[in-house]
C-alpha cells in the first residue's frame, strides 16, 4: 500500500456544455475530465485561451451543472456542491463600496459569522496578506497585487479546505506576479490546504505545484499530467536550474503542438 493520503477531490468524467441561445450555438467546453486531488496537494492546471479552465473550477465550486460525471468529497458525492469549496473567480469581484477589511470578511460573513467577530478573525491575517494598514481602504485605492491578495485573504478565510483559484496572479506585471508566487507558497507551507490553481504560466505551475495537468482542446480535455519532484521549500532560483528547464519542456511540448493545430485549422 502506498503511503499516500486518500483522494479529497475525485473529478470523474466531468463534460460541460453551454446550451445554445437565440444568438449562440451550443458550445461544448469540457470532455470527460477526470483527476484527483489528495489532502493537502497543490496541483495546476495550464492550458490555453478557452481550453475550459474556468468552466471546470466553476463546476467544481457548484455554480455551473456538469452535463455528464461526477464529483466526489472524501468518496462521497455532495448533495449540494455551493459553497463546500474555496473558490476564487478569475475577476477578484471586490466590492467597490466595501472597504479591504470588510471584502475580505464576506465569505466568514455569509457563513454566519457576525461582523465584528469577522473582523477580528481577518485582522490577524492582515500582515502575513501585506495588507495591513490597508483595512480601511476602498478596493479602488489598492493596487492590482494587493487586490488579488485582498481576493485570496477571503477566499483562504471563507475557511474551506480545498481551494479553486483562477489565475489569482493573471492581473500582475511579471516582477510582482514573482513576488507573489513566493508568497503563496509561504502561505500554502503555513497550512497546507488543498489547492487547485488555474494559469496560463507554465513556470509558475511547475514553482508551486506537486503535479501539473495540461489541459487542451476544444472541447477541453486533459492531455498530460506531470509530477514534479522538485523539493521544497521552493526559491525562486529554482527556475534557472535545469532540472526546471527539462519539466519546462515536457509541460511547453504538449502546449505548442495544441497551438499549432489551433493555427491549422484557422488557417483558410
Ligand atoms: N457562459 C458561457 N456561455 C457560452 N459559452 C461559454 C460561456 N463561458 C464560456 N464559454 C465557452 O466555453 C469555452 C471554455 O471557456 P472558459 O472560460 O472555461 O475557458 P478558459 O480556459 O478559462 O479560458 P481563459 O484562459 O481565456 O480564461 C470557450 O469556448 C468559451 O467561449
Ligand atoms: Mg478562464
Known amino acids: 500500500m502506498s503511503g499516500a ?3 479529497r477531490l475525485e473529478v470523474c468524467g466531468l463534460s460541460a456544455t453551454y446550451a445554445a441561445d ?4 451550443e458550445v461544448a467546453a469540457l470532455r470527460d475530465v477526470s483527476f484527483e486531488l489528495r489532502r493537502g496537494e497543490f496541483v495546476s492546471i495550464v492550458g490555453p485561451s478557452g481550453c475550459g479552465k ?8 457548484g455554480l455551473l451543472v456538469p452535463s455528464a460525471g461526477q464529483m466526489l ?3 462521497v458525492e455532495p448533495p449540494e456542491l455551493l459553497g463546500r469549496l474555496g473558490y476564487m473567480p478569475q475577476n477578484d469581484h471586490l466590492m467597490p463600496w466595501r472597504t479591504t477589511l470588510d471584502n475580505v470578511t464576506l465569505g466568514l460573513e455569509l457563513a454566519g459569522t457576525g461582523r465584528p467577530a469577522a473582523r477580528e478573525i481577518a485582522r490577524r491575517e492582515l500582515e502575513l496578506f501585506g495588507l495591513a494598514g490597508f483595512e480601511d481602504h476602498w478596493p479602488r485605492a489598492l493596487s492590482g497585487g494587493m487586490r488579488q491578495r485582498a481576493a485570496l485573504l477571503r477566499t483562504f478565510l471563507a475557511g474551506r479546505d480545498v481551494l479553486l483559484l483562477d489565475e489569482p496572479f493573471g492581473a500582475l506585471d511579471a516582477l ?3 513576488a507573489m508566487r513566493e508568497w503563496l507558497l509561504g502561505v500554502w507551507e503555513a497550512d497546507r490546504k488543498t489547492i487547485l490553481l488555474v494559469t496560463h504560466d507554465v513556470e509558475e505551475a511547475l514553482f508551486l505545484s506537486d503535479r501539473v495537468l495540461v489541459m487542451c ?5 486533459i492531455t498530460t499530467t506531470l509530477e514534479v519532484p522538485l523539493p521544497r521549500p521552493r526559491a525562486l ?17 504538449p502546449l505548442r503542438e495544441e ?9 483558410p
Do not use: W
Open 54 to 61: 474556468t468552466t471546470l473550477l466553476k463546476m467544481l465550486a
Open 237 to 253: 532560483a529554482l527556475t534557472g536550474e535545469p532540472g526546471f528547464a527539462a519539466l519546462k519542456e515536457q509541460l511547453l511540448a
Open 22 to 25: 437565440s444568438r449562440h450555438a
Open 5 to 7: 493520503p486518500p483522494p
Open 73 to 75: 468529497i472524501d468518496g
Open 259 to 267: 497551438a499549432r493545430l489551433r493555427l491549422t485549422v484557422a488557417a
Open 176 to 178: 510582482t506576479r514573482e
Open 217 to 221: 482542446g476544444r472541447p477541453g480535455h
